[in-house]
């Protein structure tokens, strides 16, 4: 996983170019081929205005959204008009501007509307063009924020679902000294409302939008930016590492976005509801009896009175259970199978799958796509299918069949789960967040803790820190990180502030090298991974499961430079109050070269069993070790991502699934930290407390975690499978 991996660093722009900046290039820059075309004359006012047009002749590689003097006027004259912008008394304030026209916008306005057209990256018409399963992709803005990409049913590719690019073969992809430009119609419109005040102009979700309303719900959903005040101790990579000089990338912003869920007006009537008053008496139908499956604090009851702002009414439940604190466009609620994905690492039938908390205190709900496998049972070979919310397959990570995901008469899927929209339905941006329309209605049944969540739940770090999405860093690729850098030698990794997550706290006061691993060629689930080093000593918050015995294990790269550490559970994140978990772990170990590090683990090589590992691997468990899923692999060597029929096809070439994989330095493991006992009702913090201090390279990653069911586990018909 920690494999040496040469970074594509994007050189970039400065904040405030200087002279140095500016060279004699052999072709025209940005600004100079806006200056010549008289119909950009009003984008070039723009940029003027933002400060940003001697910055298109300077060194860099951007990609510029020019709008034509029509779509600025239309845009102009949309913000002067804007019904939604009005005082008290119903007056238009026409957005602050003192005249329709160009001169009217303010400053500020003009540098938004100009960083929304420029990427400090490339974006060719064939990157726009992308199709997606799940929906618009998204496009990196200099402002910080991204807008959607998508082709139109006339096979236009149209950004922020109003401006089309130009088809033209001149008239896009102009490569120009400084990159490239693209012709547009409109000026990309930016919603600036937060999402609170878009709901109230969204008519098909009348219902819904009451429901947040009566509950309280808004005011949360109003909220955009997150203080965070401490600084960084060094914003380079790991002492002694390839990256030991490199500049990582440091947020100085932390945004909070929010995903909404909602039902529609016509999917709220089809299961009989046209009122609040219906929802409500729906409400009391699902959710009354909601403690069989709901376990609540202590001295807490559910609620069916006209209190609606209280946690635990039911209506407040039926929303609170629609909201995620990760504000994702559809394209990125989940690991997404893409052409432009170059490391998309799932292997043998991996599916892109991710469990999320919702507002609703201590629920996960499960996202999914099954690329292949149809609600028959059918098994397909990767065809793309929708997004669902909660599906269940019988016996999902259990299997029948050695190296299989288990016969498909025996997984059958018995819930096909709630449908998300990929169509314009959904991917309704607002200034924090997004709305994502649904086929049916959303509730925490009882079917979701007893059927959907009973399984081998491996939890990916991303969805855990869900400042990674709010901040377009989660699934980001390289480049995109690269071009959040304002510093040319600056690189692709990030690194955080220590109180940044929520989620995660430092008992050292300092980042500890915290660090988050781009998308990239690593062994790792999804492709990135949070990274640490030196002195760390922290704790990251466990997402909430349904009550029960579970097995809890983290993967890791048995390398020599990974640490001596020790692991601890407690109900909160003070260290007093926790226990550790275990004997301290050396993730240093095994190496499969070394016939002591080998005894200890049980590991054998491939070549050394012709049972595909079963015996050893029984071995292995005896010794608190189990090798990495066959499910992905390093993102280079992927070949092979169809289901596997056969153990014999995982085994014909190892480096295509980290199940297999050999060598130190290569191999992937994972770690059984113990069986533990959890209530729904209570926080789990896990800590992580590096032994050796005082060793600054020694480091390790945290790439997911697995909490399984020992009823999963201890299944009298079926065994876990391998992936």
Sequence with gaps: MLFFLCLLVLTSCNKEPDESDLYTFTGQTIQEFVEEDNNLSLFRQILERANLWAEMRTYGQYTCYAPSNEGVIAYVDSLWNDPKSTDDNGNLVHNGMTDNSVDGLTDQQCKEIAKYHISTMTYLYADLSETSSAGANEVFTYLGQTFSSEICDDGSVRLGGSAIVDRDNDRHDIELANGYLHYINKVIPRNTQTINDMMKNLTQYKVFYEALDKTGMLSLLSKTKKEFNSAIDNNHGRPGSSWSSTEFYVPTECNVRYTVFAEDSAIMAANGIRTFADLKAKCVEWYKDAENWYPLPDGEKISTGDDYTYTYNVVNMFVRYHILKAGMATSKLLYGYNASNVNWNFAFGGEPFDYYETLLPHTLMKIWQPLYQKENGEISTGSKTGIFINRFRQHNTLTDEVGTMGKASTHQVLIPGILVYTDSRSNIKALNGYVHGINGMLVYSADVPQKVLNERLRIDTGSMLYELANNDIRFA???????KNLNGSAGTMTRFPVDYFDNLYSFTGTSSGISWYTQGAWRAWEADQLSFWGAYDFAVKLPSVPTGDYELRVIYPPMANSGLMQYF??????????????????????????????????????????????????????????????????????????????????????????????????????RILGTIHLDQRNDYWLRLRNLIPEETTLGGSFDFLELVPTTVINDATMTEDWY
């Design 477 to 483: 690729t390289e480049a995109e990180i690269a071009s």
């Design 569 to 670: 559970i407690g109900t909160s994140r003070n260290a007093a109050s926790m226990q550790p978990l275990g004997v301290p772990f050396d993730a240093r170990y095994p190496n499969s070269s070394l016939d002591a590090d080998r005894d200890a683990t049980g590991y054998m090589l491939s070549n050394e069993f012709s049972d595909y590992g079963v015996a050893s691997d029984l071995v292995m468990r005896n010794h608190n070790y189990m090798r990495a899923p066959a499910s992905f692999s390093r993102g280079t060597y992927n070949g092979i991502k169809e289901r596997a029929t056969s153990a014999d096809q995982l085994i014909q070439t190892i480096s295509n699934c980290c199940r297999y994989e050999e060598g130190y330095g290569t191999s992937m493991m994972r």
